[in-house]
């Protein structure tokens, strides 16, 4: 894989490249909310709705990936007539980096996808869509489009979702421009045939894809050996690229041997999008003068940051570093934030949709109790937090001679419990000002307190978060283990 110094240097060259994408727009709508009973109606899911987002989807998020990169993209692209035509305008209009030349076409409808998510999960998808191929008018308009705005760009990248965009007329015009540039052309196909994309640098399907397109199964690296070498026979592509899920991607270039590259493990929380990504990582990398093998490595690193989150997000050049970081980094140790990174780390969980939580203490020497209580914690969010006292701050609350477990010795025994996502430390009597940056959904603390004595409450109900007391075990404390040992030290 890339070298994180590899890593950093293509991103820094990557300022001021230009890509064009050419392809079928959507509005990728996500309706956010809750699903905790079954409807007496049917046995199906009530959910109920929390909030609700609208973002750029197939070639509008290839488009947003592309310039989150840090890269300046020209997309091109058909609409309907409709108020949701006006809805992606806006948001096309709200990307920095990105320019669209948006052609509208009477009669038809703008492609809008909704998913309804509960706890980080889809739970329903509902498509309003047309798929004819476009009018004679809207493809004299993309042709003209195209051939205007591809002066100038290092990488053209066809977006093809079978929304009647990539129609054989516009398809040679992609192409034809792209040579007139020397740029190359990437595309991420749809349908039985790759040979209608003509002569272009790279086809990206995934496995189904290569096996619908070949008649062969596409399970084993065998198999996928097979499949690949039919599918360069029967086009004119000069390479193929099969992304394999957690199997990573297969490359394949005519004249070469099938290149078999692995990404690493991730836990997948929403696969939509990461075609997406991994297009614009590749179109990227190849404008910036990345071979084709650098360029799948960037992709399956993209890619696979992009599956780590809910809804067709964005990759940025951070979220690259802290990946190719995290491969060389434990598990646990991954847990152990700063505030700055806890922040972060907020601020993506809520971006899929998913409540945080919060609680703090000192615990010094787990025991069953504390286990017992973290795991109620979780259950009552998506991702908890801790909020560890350092070892100054528990001997100012306990006294001298605790904590009897150092900072670090008790972060890393907290960050090896499945139901924490996140350990940070704080220094003060008490975690307020961790609250107050954090902005916590759900404020955890023992049923020891009242909600009026919980530091940080009116913080967190004043912003319309809850507090949850959580029950605890009796017989269970730190300080009674502790005078149990002394009063036994054999």
């Known amino acids: 894989m890339l070298s994180l110094s590899e890593i950093q240097s293509l991103l820094e060259r990557v300022a001021g490249r230009r890509v064009l994408c050419v392809g079928d727009l959507m509005v990728d709508r996500y309706v956010y909310g809750e699903a905790d009973r079954i409807s007496p109606e049917a046995p199906i899911p009530v959910m109920t709705r929390r909030s609700e987002t609208s973002m750029l989807g197939a070639a509008g998020n290839v488009a947003r990936n592309v310039a989150a990169l840090g890269a300046s993209v020209d997309l091109i692209g058909l609409v309907g007539d409709d108020p949701e035509a006006d809805a992606l305008g806006r948001l096309i209009e709200a990307e920095a980096r990105v320019e669209g030349h948006i052609v509208a076409e009477r009669g038809r409808r703008t492609t809008v996808k909704t998913r309804f998510v509960a706890s980080g999960q889809q739970l329903l998808r509902l498509d309003a869509e047309d798929v004819m191929a476009a009018g004679k008018k809207a493809t004299r308009g993309l042709i003209d489009a195209i051939g205007d705005a ?140 990345l071979s084709l093998g650098q360029a799948v490595e960037l992709a399956i690193l993209a890619s696979g940051v992009a599956v780590a989150k809910v809804g067709t997000a964005v990759v940025t050049p951070e979220e690259l570093i802290e990946a190719e970081m995290a491969r060389h980094q434990a598990p646990i140790e991954a847990k152990l934030m700063t505030l700055d990174g806890v922040v972060k780390a907020v601020a993506r969980w809520r971006r899929e949709g998913l409540r945080v939580g919060f609680t703090n203490g000192c615990f010094d020497i787990l025991h069953r109790g504390h286990v017992s209580y973290l795991g109620q914690a979780r259950a009552a969010c998506d991702r908890l937090i801790v909020g560890l006292n350092t070892d100054a701050s528990v001997r100012g609350l306990k006294g001298e001679g605790r904590p009897v477990n150092d900072l670090e010795s008790r972060a890393l025994v907290l960050a090896g419990l499945a139901s924490v996502d996140a350990v940070t430390a704080f220094d003060a009597p008490t975690p307020l000002a961790l609250i107050e940056a954090i902005r916590p959904d759900v404020l955890i603390k023992g049923a020891d307190y009242t909600v009026e004595t919980v530091v940080g409450a009116e913080v967190v109900q004043g912003y319309g978060g809850v507090v949850f007391l959580a029950p605890l075990v009796e017989g269970h404390s730190t300080t009674a283990l502790i005078a149990r040992m002394k009063a036994d030290p054999a």
């Open 150 to 289: 591809a002066a100038g760009k290092g990488a053209v990248l066809l977006s093809d979702y079978a929304k009647g965009v990539a129609t054989p007329e516009v398809i040679a015009a992609v192409v034809e421009a792209a040579a007139a540039v020397g740029a190359p052309v990437v595309v991420d196909p749809k349908g039985r045939s790759f040979a209608k994309y003509g002569k272009v640098r790279l086809v990206k399907p995934n496995a189904r894809e290569l096996s619908l397109t070949t008649d062969l199964p596409c399970d084993t690296d065998e198999e996928v050996e097979r499949a690949l070498a039919k599918a360069l026979e029967d086009c004119e592509a000069e390479a193929i690229v099969v992304t394999r899920a957690g199997r990573g991607m297969s490359l394949a270039e005519r004249g070469r041997p099938v290149r078999h590259l692995q990404g690493m493990a991730r836990q997948v929380f929403d696969v939509s999008g990461a075609g997406d990504t991994a297009l614009a990582a590749l179109g990227v990398a190849l404008a910036s003068g």
